[in-house]
């Protein structure tokens, strides 16, 4: 059973920074990407950055120079680093894991919300 924890969410002001984790347990294969998508009223839910285990990294064009994933295999965790934070950053975040082999399967955290706002 793959469990995904994020952390980090909150208030912030526009130019501001905030960090995201995402805490996984129960991965049993090697060939999978993990990444953050966000989500706000009214918006389909959007990959925000990815990240996989064959060395491939993807960005939204929005947050590309603001935004840079990164992982701890160690700690089986990946971070997202969030500088220069926009009003249209506000939205809820989901951690992903998508296997890349075997099922194909998808697992997602409950999200953390994050609002940039004077």
């Known amino acids: 059973q793959v469990q995904l924890v994020e952390s980090g969410g909150g208030l912030v002001q526009p130019g501001g920074s905030l960090r995201l984790s995402c805490a996984a347990s129960g991965i049993r294969y090697s060939i999978y990407a993990m990444g953050w998508y966000r989500q706000s009223p009214g918006k389909e839910r959007e990959l925000v950055a990815r990240?996989?285990?064959?060395?491939?990294?993807n960005y939204a064009d929005s947050v590309k120079g603001r935004f840079t994933i990164s992982g701890d295999t160690a700690k089986n965790t990946v971070y997202l680093q969030m500088n220069s934070l926009k009003p249209e950053d506000t939205a809820v975040y989901y951690c992903n894991v998508h296997l890349l082999a075997y099922n194909g399967l998808d697992y997602w955290g409950k999200g953390t919300l994050v609002t940039v706002s004077s």
């Open positions: 990240i996989s285990t064959v060395g491939s990294i």
